[in-house]
Nanobody, 123 residues
Framework: VQLQASGGGLVQAGDSLRLSCVFSKRTFTDYGMGWFRQAPRKERGFVAGIAANGGDTRYADSVKGRFTIARDNAKNTVYLEMNNLKREDTAVYYC?????????????????WGQGTLVTVSS
């Protein structure tokens, strides 16, 4: 399984950005998906997760109401829509997949990780 994340870039505070992550196999619908991020000099942290069937989502408190995770199982793609971006959202964003269908905030149950895409928010 390979995950290819894209969509990062340099934006200003208050702007929006959408990240995409393409999953390489047709078994995408078996996997819970998540987005994590790692800011400079900080540990990687959970951002959002979505169930395999898209029926449930979870968010870190810091992004609730601003970020939306979604998936298109026909396109093997998970998205992270980020609105009202803040400087503290600056980080490398990673998508992750869990063969067990996990979509929570704990990292180890995710069995596959993408390469990351950098989001930089300037004030």
């Amino acid at each position: 399984v390979q995950l290819q994340a894209s969509g990062g870039g340099l934006v200003q505070a208050g702007d929006s950005l959408r990240l995409s992550c393409v999953f390489s196999k047709r078994t995408f619908t078996d996997y819970g998906m998540g987005w994590f991020r790692q800011a400079p000099r900080k540990e990687r942290g959970f951002v959002a997760g979505i169930a395999a069937n898209g029926g449930d989502t979870r968010y870190a408190d810091s992004v609730k109401g601003r970020f939306t995770i979604a998936r298109d199982n026909a396109k093997n793609t998970v998205y992270l829509e980020m609105n009202n971006l803040k400087r503290e959202d600056t980080a490398v964003y990673y998508c992750a997949a869990s063969r067990q269908g996990y979509y929570g905030s704990y990292g180890p149950p995710y069995t596959h990780w993408g390469q990351g895409t950098l989001v930089t928010v300037s004030s």
